[in-house]
């Protein structure tokens, strides 16, 4: 219920118990005015009544008098259902009071938390691979048409890129400052290891070394969270993720629309110069191809979904994509320069 919810973080707000994410959450309790008006209701109070108070009471140009002085003016009006000996009159302004300083609170708090993190961003062209430092020493591979976020702010005991595309991590050691990887539908954490994450193409995870966890989450409901203030950050992910995995080296997950699907993996991929296909369509192997080659590859609707296992160790475009077309008795033409077809 929205009443007791509310109730429940105003008195964490006043004892100064509250978390960040509860802080967002009371902000909007409060810009709501159903959820107020309820609140308010329930208690046996008049809601347009108590607005016009507020609307009369002082500008809080210095927030700390205001406070202070709506303090003395209730006296020790608490948080508590109006008794014999406190009167309606006397709990309505004290309900005033709380939400007046629950929202001076809100701005001084909020003031320091929406500090945006600035970003610096790297990207790749298709076809283009970049080695990346970060400055933790953290090394990132990032692969064709992708994108990696680094924080050039300070964010606590916190680690956090944020990565579009596909990028291998070997991630410098620190268990004081976790790692956080942030994709649109998920978010990886780690302490030191070396992982690969495809958050398009496949929507996919694989370790190498080390444990991770990752997060299925969508990032529109964390986006206002990406502050420097951050220590909540990770509680706040583990509570809005519906399905989590834990991974260790040799496996490899992938996000269906169901759960994380988990399976082993040959630790060796296009970092290593190596693309590797286990059980993978034709149409997905093109994908990829386009991706670390830079080269589009058009294939027949009848043997797009031909499912494969194979490897290209060290091939240019044209070894590759032979290949697939002599597997599937198809003929390969090129089109234009950056422009292939596989024709049945």
Do not use: C
């Not at 208690?43 to 607005?51: G, K, N, P, S, T």
């Not at 944020?162 to 990028?167: D, M």
């Not at 969270?225 to 909540?232: F, N, P, R, S």
């Not at 759960?259 to 093109?286: A, G, M, P, Q, R």
């Amino acid at each position: 219920m929205v009443t007791n919810e509310l109730l429940t973080l105003l008195n964490k707000l006043k004892s100064g118990e509250i978390l960040n994410h509860e802080l967002v959450r009371l902000q909007q309790l409060l810009d709501s005015k159903e959820g107020l008006k309820d609140f308010l209701e329930k208690m046996d109070l008049d809601y347009e009544q108590i607005q016009q108070k507020v609307q009369h009471l002082p500008k809080y140009h210095n927030q700390e008098q205001t406070k202070n002085r709506i303090l003395t003016s209730i006296s020790q009006a608490s948080l508590t259902k109006p008794t014999k000996k406190l009167s309606k009159r006397v709990y309505s302004w004290a309900l005033v009071a709380s939400v007046v300083i629950a929202g001076i609170f809100l701005y001084q708090k909020r003031e320091k938390m929406q500090e945006a993190i600035a970003w610096e961003t790297i990207q790749t062209k298709h076809g283009e691979q970049k080695q990346i430092r970060l400055s933790d020493e953290t090394e990132v591979k990032l692969n064709g048409n992708s994108s990696l976020s680094y924080a050039t702010t300070a964010t606590g005991q916190l680690r956090i890129v944020k990565l579009r595309g596909e990028a291998f991590f070997e991630v410098a050691k620190n268990p004081e400052k976790p790692f956080l990887v942030i994709t649109k539908d998920f978010v990886t954490k780690v302490v030191g290891t070396s992982f690969n994450i495809d958050s398009d193409i496949e929507r996919s995870v694989e370790v190498n070394s080390g444990l991770v966890k990752v997060f299925e989450v969508d990032e529109s409901n964390y986006e206002q969270q990406l502050t420097t203030e951050m220590k909540d950050f990770p509680a706040l992910i583990e509570k809005s993720s519906q399905k989590a995995v834990a991974l260790s080296k040799g496996q490899r997950a992938v996000l269906t629309e169901d759960s994380w699907e988990v399976k082993t993996f040959n630790t060796t991929n296009w970092y290593n110069k190596e693309l590797v296909h286990f059980n993978e369509k034709l149409d997905l192997i093109v994908k990829k191809a386009y991706r670390y080659y830079g080269d589009s590859v058009i294939v027949a609707p009848e043997i797009a979904g031909t499912k494969m296992t194979i490897s290209f160790k060290n091939k240019d475009i044209k070894q590759v994509l032979q290949t697939l077309a002599d597997i599937n008795d198809a003929k390969l033409l090129k089109k234009s320069d950056k422009l292939w077809e596989i024709k049945k």
